[in-house]
């Protein structure tokens, strides 16, 4: 998959494998999804802040999304 291509190079990984991940993850049942980093200004690449910004949004109508730490103001 392209994510698992993504995850070949080092770390950070741009945020479109996260959006893959997500993807997956939802896809695959998942009832709860945890991200415990934060996503610090603004990709090289704007898609894959848009990519990101779209998987968040799917997941969030249709399963728990834990977020709420990185919207925090601060």
Known sequence: ?????AMKHPYPWPRR?????IDKLAAGGAKVIF????FAGE???PEDD???REAIA????????CDRLARQPG
Do not use: C
């Open 1 to 5: 998959s392209p994510a698992l291509q």
């Open 58 to 65: 799917r997941v969030e109508e249709s399963s728990s999304f």
């Open 17 to 21: 494998v996260w959006a893959g991940v």
């Open 43 to 45: 990709s090289i690449d």
């Open 35 to 38: 991200l415990d980093f934060a």
């Open 50 to 52: 848009r990519l990101l």
